[in-house]
């Protein structure tokens, strides 16, 4: 996990939203970080959550009001303010976005937020029409202009019953953002700036998480990737300024905030978007796991438990990654080599066969890290006759070490 959040002070502000159950996990991912937290919260947010549940969650009293003199008199809002090293808001709603956009004070947590130097970062958490809403988006751009670091929101499936973008990050993908905000505010020593943007101007195609073949309409193969590397790879790279494609497999995780997202199943249509989408490319990451076999003829009816055996004929999957490293005008291919064992002989071979640039390996199924699934991971990364390696972290830590090698190389090949 990231060292970043270690003994700062996080002034974490929750606002009128369904999301803000999510925040008492998010307070506790925090806390587990090592960060002291504290939470102020609106009169919306109490009508969703107690302050109670919070007060347990970090030992600390809950703010929540500016005008309450027993409050001030213990640690009033200018007090608070400077305390915090960083102020979170999850969920942000679209209301306290336009205030926040306007300069408005008329709470504790926008009191404090215009009273502090710290920097802010906001998990936006709306209805999708609200998010899409031309305000909101004039707010946001205000915002992100500011420096404000902008966690998601996330597509899929909202509490009102709708589909679109506008769900709150999860809060593992909250407490890493802003781990990366904080690790790239001290790289940078810009103290109102969310991220360095080594990679502004550079496009970037990512694929992630596994495929599925289908064998019948109920039957399919595939693997236990989660998508978590690749995402975080996507999310990184955007954030570090680049312009991303994300081609996915079928995973059960929010879109990165400005991140562009295909959805595929097979194998085949992975190929099929990753060349449409590598056309003038800067960088391919190739993070899929995809299927190397598929069967060689899909059974339109289920099939039946006939006999005590059954032999299914498979055939070999188009290889991605190795179709794209061999185009004519080919953008810096980096592969990817989950392995048992043998870690370096396998990936160097895979690096050479594949004609690749770089090869980021990692050993999968060891039963402290499977790596599948899980949410740190570590990295041998092996190109021309260099190595290095990047330690044990939150995969959206391991991801910006990677993207910076990738950033050197491509800067060095121009
Ligand atoms: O998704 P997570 O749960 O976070 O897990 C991350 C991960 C373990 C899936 C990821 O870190 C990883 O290692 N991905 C590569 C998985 C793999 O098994 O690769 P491979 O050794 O089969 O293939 C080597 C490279 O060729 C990979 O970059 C792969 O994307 C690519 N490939 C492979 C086969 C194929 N038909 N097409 C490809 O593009």
């Known amino acids: 996990m990231s060292t970043a959040l270690q003994g700062k002070n996080i002034l974490l502000g929750i606002t009128g939203g369904i999301a803000s159950y999510k925040s008492a996990i998010l307070a506790r991912r925090l806390i587990d970080a090592g960060a002291d937290v504290r939470v102020v919260m609106t009169q919306g947010a109490q009508a969703f959550i107690t302050p109670l549940t919070f007060q347990a969650?970090?030992?600390?009293?809950?703010h929540t009001d500016l005008l309450d003199?027993?409050?001030?008199?213990?640690?009033?809002?200018?007090?608070?303010?400077?305390?915090?090293?960083y102020v979170l808001i999850a969920p942000a709603t679209a209301n306290v976005m336009a205030r926040l956009a306007n300069g408005l004070a008329d709470d504790l947590l926008t009191t404090?937020?215009?009273a502090t130097d710290?920097?802010?970062?906001?998990?936006?958490?709306?209805?999708?029409?609200?998010?899409?809403?031309?305000?909101?988006?004039a707010n946001l751009a205000t915002l992100e202009a500011r420096g404000t670091t902008?966690?998601?929101?996330g597509a899929g499936e909202q509490a009102c019953?709708?589909?679109?973008?506008?769900?709150m990050s999860e809060p593992e993908t909250i407490r890493d953002a802003l781990a990366a905000a904080i690790a790239s505010t001290a790289n940078t020593s810009a103290p109102n700036h969310n991220s360095s943007k080594e990679l502004q101007g550079k496009?970037?195609?990512?694929?992630?998480?596994?495929?599925?073949?289908?064998?019948?309409?109920?039957?399919?193969?595939?693997?236990r990737s989660s998508g978590k590397m690749g995402f975080a790879l996507a999310a990184a790279a955007q954030q570090m300024g680049a312009d991303v494609t994300l081609i996915a497999g079928p995973v059960a995780l929010d879109t990165p905030a400005h991140v562009k997202r295909i959805d595929v199943k097979t194998a085949d249509e992975m190929l099929e978007n990753a060349l449409k989408a590598v056309n003038n490319t800067d960088v391919f990451i190739a993070v899929a796991a995809v299927a190397d076999y598929k069967v060689a003829k899909f059974s339109r009816e289920k099939i039946k438990k006939t006999d005590d055996e059954l032999t299914l004929e498979l055939v070999r999957n188009p290889d991605i990654l190795k179709t794209v490293a061999a185009l004519e005008h080919r953008p810096f291919c980096v592969g990817f080599a989950a392995e048992t064992e043998n870690l370096e002989k396998n990936a160097q071979s895979k690096l050479k066969k594949k004609k690749l640039d770089m090869i980021a390996a990692n050993q999968v199924g060891q039963q402290n890290n499977p790596v599948f699934g899980s949410d740190t991971n570590s990295?041998?990364?092996?190109?021309?006759?260099?190595?290095?390696?990047?330690?044990?972290a939150a995969k959206f830590d391991v991801a910006q070490q990677l993207l910076k090698l990738i950033a050197n190389q491509i800067t060095l090949n121009k």
């Open 379 to 392: 990295l041998s990364v092996y190109w021309g006759n260099n190595k290095h390696q990047i330690a044990p």
């Open 112 to 114: 404090c937020c215009l």
């Open 203 to 223: 496009s970037f195609v990512i694929t992630a998480g596994p495929t599925e073949e289908a064998i019948d309409p109920v039957r399919f193969i595939s693997n």
């Open 57 to 62: 969650l970090t030992g600390n009293p809950v």
């Open 161 to 167: 019953g709708e589909v679109g973008a506008g769900r």
């Open 150 to 153: 902008i966690i998601g929101p």
């Open 69 to 85: 003199p027993a409050a001030e008199a213990a640690m009033g809002h200018i007090e608070l303010a400077r305390w915090a090293d």
């Open 118 to 137: 710290a920097p802010l970062a906001i998990a936006p958490a709306m209805n999708r029409l609200m998010w899409s809403n031309a305000a909101t988006q």
